[in-house]
């Protein structure tokens, strides 16, 4: 019978290739052990109302799953030959004890998953890997012991064990609609829950887990799973668990499922809210001593927060398993790093569940899981944190220094405010490894930021070659989530606006309005006049609105400094009302089809409103600051000293590859951590095989290979009559018999480096 889709389980037949057995010699080392045909092919991918990759994956091997209790590992997951003779152990705990001689206990579980702690083996790589670590093992063990003990412990993507009859017939061990399940593995603990069944944890078993090792791919981790979160908030799955439960059934499973993500949001908001209070306070010419005279908190500020005790469990966690000196010596010592990437992270949480709930739909992240010696450009920071991070931060700190301006001598310092924009600012820095070059990277960031616009339209989503490119897209994508809501939110801000603000901030309005006419003229002159905007011509115009701030003093009467500075964070928000209006307008007039399209009027706008300059203005403070903080880490880490180089990447990272980093020596194989990165040719060959002074052309061609043809050419390197598929090898000359192959001269090297 022929079909033309199916499913296909294959085995790798490693001892067949190059055995002794010549009849096996030319055999593909792959066996086909079974064939189940399908109705229809695998739909996986994001277009349209695909299915999620993993949950599809985990499917359609779930149909080759035999026997009753099932096991699913992601690819960083692994255990120790020690721990496996404890599984038939583990395992028992499915079912209940036995009570007499029979096997009765056998016909009804007592659980439907069981899971165990963790060990991070990726906790000795580098900082970031020992924080990452640090949270892991305190979710993963202490807090799923506590969800355990509550029963309402759910499926983390641990490598629990699973009733494997069970999960087959009741929708997977995992849920496949994209945007929904995002967070697919939840999923299975909500099925759990949802049919009254229970989710244990154990503690006599402990599995090998890896974790994100490096600051942006540890970043783009954690938005996933908030992201993720929401699609989780939405969910009937949730709704109908909830729908049933107890108050405190209903406060377990709220701890147990989005309880982190939306405190990350609340805590979120509250700071800009308790900037803006005082802002607004400022407005109305209210000073601390009227606070005071009222009796209120607000006049006072907290240095120690409540989020302090977030530490406490794996305080008593690590103390009390590992003991007082570990704990002194090891986990005490990361707690001022972690706060500080940990404000940063929850910073992406609240980003992300924000973003999100715009949105309307949670998007993966792929993180990559780079090595932890391998650095990042401070672009490609900067693209990846712009909006999340870096806008907010100097947004805060604009207000922060308006009030404390406007109220000198009875301003709260506000250290607390401060020290997280700075942390949201400066992290990728700190958190980034050593390279060689790093004013060639400052250079790139500012050509990125004040690059000339170009106008023809045509943007590439995700590709933007310039601040203004990606500006631009998030403004599109903002101009297509709802304006209709977005009009009615800045028109009550407004108005708060309007009847808060005393005679003397209204006084000032004239200078930036001003300002903004001038600049208006001079790019709506240019823009007719059909010339080229270059580079020079785009930093005049950015230069036009704070020049003209700067001599404000003559048209303005009873010119006052901070007031100036208050009347501009009025007029960019009536500024954004205007835009957001004629978006509403557009949307509404605009026929579809017509040549002045809904995006053309957005980017029109776009043009001439205060939209980009404020993004080049934010940008450029945003360098200057990273600028700084890496001028004072390049002085820490000047030769004979590397205190960056040691704390960053431990002794067991670092040795090898620091001369590789600063472009003094190539790193040596097997003991840096990044060898594998090293050309094969470069890299020092066993005794008896001399290395070549200058790579042929042939040889470069191996270098350039992918690296799945790579490995097969290795593994297959005592059986020279067989080629992978798609090997350029194979189309190529043919090598003399008596000169040993390029492939003999990369195996040995290679592998060394794997």
């Known amino acids: 019978m022929l079909f033309k889709y199916a499913s296909v389980l294959i085995k790798y037949r490693y001892h067949r290739v190059g055995g002794g057995d010549e009849r096996h010699e030319d055999e593909w080392p792959i066996e086909v052990v079974h064939v189940l045909p399908r109705a229809r092919g695998l739909l996986i991918g994001s277009g349209g109302n695909l299915t999620q990759g993993k949950s599809g994956n985990q499917l359609g091997a779930l149909r080759f799953a035999e026997g009753h209790l099932l096991q699913m590992m992601d690819a960083n997951m692994g255990c120790y030959a020690g721990e496996a003779f404890k599984v038939p152990v583990v395992l028992q705990g499915f079912y209940p004890k036995a009570t007499g001689g029979g096997s009765d206990h056998r016909l009804a579980l007592r659980a439907r998953i069981i899971g165990f702690r963790e060990h991070i083996f990726t906790r000795s790589h580098g900082l970031v890997g020992t924080i990452m670590a640090d949270s892991e093992w305190t979710f993963g063990t202490l807090v799923q012991r506590l969800l355990g003990f509550l029963n309402v412990r759910m499926h983390y993507g641990h490598p629990d064990f699973m009733d494997c009859f069970w999960a087959s017939n009741r929708g997977s061990v995992s849920k496949a609609s994209p945007h929904i399940n995002l967070s697919e593995d939840i999923f299975a603990g909500l099925n759990v829950n949802a049919r009254d069944e ?26 996933k799973i908030s992201s993720g979160s929401v699609g989780l908030m939405r969910t009937r799955d949730l709704r109908g668990l909830c729908g049933r439960a107890s108050i405190m059934q209903s406060i377990a499973l709220y701890f147990a499922t989005v309880a982190w993500y939306v405190h990350n949001i609340l805590v979120d908001y509250g700071t800009e809210l308790y900037v803006f209070l005082f802002i607004f306070l400022t407005f109305a010419s209210k000073s601390l001593n009227d606070l005071g005279a009222l009796g209120s908190a607000l006049a006072v500020e907290w240095f120690i927060t409540p989020a302090l005790s977030a530490t406490l469990p794996a305080v008593i966690g690590y103390g009390v398993e590992y003991g007082p000196m570990w704990l002194f010596t090891n986990y005490l010592p990361t707690v001022p790093a972690s706060m500080i990437y940990f404000i940063f992270i929850n910073k992406s949480m609240a980003s992300s569940v924000r973003s999100t709930i715009w949105a309307n739909t949670a998007e993966y992240v792929n993180t990559g899981r780079p090595h932890a010696n391998k650095s990042y450009s401070m672009k490609d920071a900067f693209v990846q944190f ?7 931060a100097v947004t805060l700190l604009y207000l922060v220094i308006v009030y404390s301006l406007s109220n000198i001598g009875g301003a709260l310092p506000m250290v607390m405010i401060v ?28 050509e990125f930021l ?100 700067c001599f404000s003093g003559l048209i303005v009467e009873n010119f006052v400094f901070s ?39 957005v980017h029109l706008l776009y043009d001439f409103g205060l939209s980009y300059q404020l993004q080049v203005y934010a940008a ?36 090898g590859c620091v001369h590789k980093m600063y472009g003094s020596a190539p790193a040596l194989v097997g003991r840096g951590g990044d060898a594998a990165e090293a050309s094969p040719v470069t890299m020092p060959t066993p005794q008896g ?4 002074s200058a790579p042929s052309a042939q040889e470069g061609a191996v270098d350039a290979l992918p690296l799945t043809t790579r490995l097969w050419r290795i593994v ?36 060394e480096a794997l």
């Open 198 to 223: 229970r989710s244990l944890h154990t503690d006599i078993l402990e599995w090998e887990k890896g974790r994100e090792v490096q600051f942006c791919a540890g970043s783009g981790f954690f938005w």
């Open 386 to 392: 712009r909006v999340s991070h870096y806008v907010p």
């Open 419 to 446: 020290a997280t924009a700075v942390c949201w600012i400066v992290a990728p820095v700190l958190f980034r490894p050593p390279t060689a070059g790093v004013r060639p990277q400052f250079v790139e960031l500012g």
């Open 450 to 549: 004040l690059r000339a616009p170009h106008f023809s339209g045509h943007l590439i989503p995700g590709k933007a070659a310039s601040l203004y490119e990606q500006a631009l897209e998030q403004e599109l994508k903002k101009a297509h989530r709802n304006p209709g809501a977005q009009l009615a939110g800045a028109l009550a801000l407004s108005l708060l606006y309007a009847f808060m603000s005393v005679a003397t901030i209204w006084e000032q309005m004239p200078a930036p309005v001003f300002a903004w006419a001038i600049t208006f003229c001079v790019k709506a002159v240019w823009r007719l006049s059909g010339m080229k905007q270059a580079g020079l011509v785009n930093l005049v115009f950015l230069l036009l609105l704070p020049v003209f701030l």
């Open 563 to 601: 007031s100036l500075l208050l009347s501009m964070i009025i007029f960019t928000h009536i500024a954004h009302t205007i835009k957001v209006f004629w978006w509403v307008v557009a949307r509404l007039v605009l026929p579809k089809g017509s040549p002045l399209g809904y995006d053309r009027a």
């Open 620 to 655: 450029l403070v945003v360098l200057a600051m990273q600028s700084l903080c890496e001028l004072l880490l390049w002085l820490l880490d000047m030769p004979y000293l590397r205190l960056r180089t040691w704390a960053l990447l431990n002794r067991r990272v670092s040795e």
């Open 689 to 692: 095989k001399p290395q070549p």
């Open 716 to 751: 297959a390197d005592k059986s020279p009559a067989k080629t992978a598929p798609g090997d350029p090898a194979a189309v190529a000359a043919p090598v003399v018999n008596d000169e040993p192959s390029v492939r003999s001269k990369v195996a040995k090297p290679e592998l």
